[in-house]
């Protein structure tokens, strides 16, 4: 065995956890490798010293109070989750909003510039039908005037 396998099995061989053929190995291995030897030594001491400590006296409740504590953080999770939860589910219905609204608006960019050059457009992609319908007349804006023929708009400048 190499002294990670080793060194990762000490303090079951302290502790006397491991079968006879591992522990046999692990002696072995000690015999023959200081720095394993000093990682054994070492942790008989700290074994030995945790040994000495006193008992420290509970107080009556505690066990009470842990069980309450884990059970206050475990609703502050399931509340902070579900809050994520939510937050994450509008970001979605948000993110899709507003793609929505830019392609509109985008839509509405590329009519108003194809206007602006002078470009025919069918009036049923600007307007409704019943504005359309209502006044079949020319308009007067800015002066740029907008005839509807047959159905579209022309804009033409008044000054040329």
């Not at 309450?68 to 939510?86: G, H, K, M, P, Y």
Request: hydrophobic residues 40%.
């Amino acid at each position: 065995m190499n002294c990670k396998k080793i060194q990762k099995k000490l303090s079951s061989y302290i502790d006397k956890e491991i079968d006879e053929k591992t522990a046999i190995m692990i002696e072995k291995h000690l015999t023959d490798c200081i720095d394993c030897k000093n990682e054994y030594e070492l942790l008989l001491k700290v074994k030995e010293s945790l040994r000495r400590l006193s008992a420290v006296e509970l107080p009556t409740n505690f066990y009470e109070n842990i069980y309450r504590e884990v059970c206050n953080r475990t609703e502050v999770v399931s509340v902070n989750r579900l809050i994520l939860n939510w937050f994450v589910a509008k970001k979605k219905l948000a993110l899709g909003f507003s793609l929505v609204v830019i392609l509109f608006f985008s839509i509405c960019l590329i009519r108003i510039l194809q206007l602006s050059q002078g470009k025919s457009i069918p009036a049923h992609n600007l307007f409704s039908e019943h504005l359309v319908s209502v006044n079949k007349e020319a308009l007067s804006l800015n002066n740029k005037s907008i005839t509807f023929v047959s159905n579209n708009l022309i804009l033409t400048n008044n000054n040329e």
